[in-house]
């Protein structure tokens, strides 16, 4: 595909219940970056999938996120027991290759977010 | 504690003149910087990296510069357009490698 695509574009769901937001990077990127944007904030860092490594959590809030990337393309990034304060935009990005990557910058592609309101 | 800072206050400009944002940090020691442009209901598009022994950086109408004893980025737009109206995002890299964002700052240019 041209870009990195979200789905969906938006959700509303009730306090309590799981949601799943999906992230399709840019065919070959093998980094993978999910992060939160709150209004007027910036980008909070939440999850970094590289290659078949072990992926870096370091950025998750809770126990009640977790993210999946399978085949080493397509993430899942799910919120369990939703509450009112994961209210935000998840924001996917990916690069051809990761932050690591001596040095040769890599520059991260971001799709257009999935806004998630949980009343 | 770490910090990167951006003004929160919108920055409002005549069309033409120069926008002149900054990014100011705080007990970060980063290998390079970026900025990104963000329009509202899209993702943020990558703009410009400096590395820090880079002391500025062009790109057509755009420019970087990158002080590190200062701990400050200055990103400037000469001859600004309304098309420029949007929120601009530095970014650095951390110590373990993860982009760290600011909070942005919104440009306003008045035709």
């Known amino acids: 595909g041209a870009g990195v695509s979200q789905s969906p574009s938006n959700k509303v769901t009730e306090k309590g219940k799981d949601v799943e937001l999906r992230c399709d990077p840019i065919s070959g990127h093998t980094a993978l970056y999910w992060y939160r944007q709150s209004l007027g904030q910036g980008l909070e860092f939440l999850i970094y999938f590289q290659g078949n490594s072990a992926p870096d959590k370091s950025g998750l809030p809770s126990d009640r996120f977790s993210a999946e990337r399978t085949g080493g393309s397509v993430s899942t990034l799910t919120i369990q027991r939703t509450q009112q304060e994961d209210s935000a935009v998840y924001l996917c990005?990916?690069?051809?290759?990761?932050?690591?990557?001596?040095?040769?910058?890599?520059?991260?592609?971001f799709g257009p977010g999935t806004r998630l309101t949980v009343l | 504690s770490q910090k990167i800072e951006q003004n929160s206050e919108a920055l409002n400009i005549q069309e033409g003149k120069t926008a002149t944002l900054t990014c100011n940090y705080t007990?970060?020691?980063?290998?390079?910087l970026q900025w990104y442009r963000q329009d509202p209901g899209r993702g943020p598009v990558f703009l410009l990296l400096?590395?820090?022994?880079?002391k500025e950086k062009r790109k057509e109408r755009l420019k970087v510069t990158f002080d590190t004893t200062l701990k400050q980025s200055l990103f400037h737009i000469t001859a600004s357009q309304p098309a420029d109206s949007a929120t601009y995002l530095c970014?650095?890299?951390?110590?373990?490698?993860?982009?760290?964002f600011g909070s942005g700052t919104r440009l306003l240019v008045r035709p």
């Open positions: 007990n970060y020691s980063p290998a390079y």
């Open positions: 970014a650095l890299v951390d110590s373990s490698y993860k982009l760290i």
């Open positions: 990005a990916s690069s051809l290759a990761g932050l690591l990557t001596a040095t040769v910058y890599n520059e991260q592609f």
């Open positions: 400096i590395r820090e022994n880079e």
